[in-house]
């Protein structure tokens, strides 16, 4: 398994942007395809965007065309960046890993209020 920590999460505002970041502990980060998710209270976990190992990215409806994600294999790094941001994008936000391999992050808060 893969050791994944996110960042970045918070409090912002209807229309605000915020840029989360996932480090891997793995070596081979290259060669994972890594995604984000999001689970908001009372609701099932889902899939915002993914990432493979060639840099082909898929997203979920509700997302496109305000969040991207990205990494940085050197760095051994995901991101996701959000844009126009809206309430219904509250949620925490968890980064996954795999495969190969199916590894999960603890978990970051966004919270989009006025």
């Known amino acids: 398994q893969v050791q994944l920590v996110e960042s970045g999460g918070g409090l912002v505002q209807p229309g605000g942007s915020l840029r989360l970041s996932c480090a891997a502990s793995?070596?081979?980060?290259?060669?994972?395809?890594m995604a984000w998710f999001r689970q908001a209270p009372g609701k099932q976990r889902e899939l915002v965007a993914g990432?493979?190992?060639?840099?082909?990215?898929n997203y979920a409806d509700s997302v496109k065309g305000r969040l991207t994600i990205s990494r940085d294999n050197a760095k051994k790094q995901v991101y996701l960046q959000m844009n126009d941001l809206k309430p219904e994008d509250t949620a925490v936000y968890y980064c996954?890993?795999?495969?190969?391999?199916?590894?999960w992050g603890q978990g970051t808060q966004v919270t989009i209020s006025s």
């Open positions: 996954h890993g795999g495969p190969p391999g199916d590894s």
């Open positions: 793995t070596s081979i980060f290259g060669l994972y395809v």
């Open positions: 990432i493979s190992s060639t840099d082909n990215t």
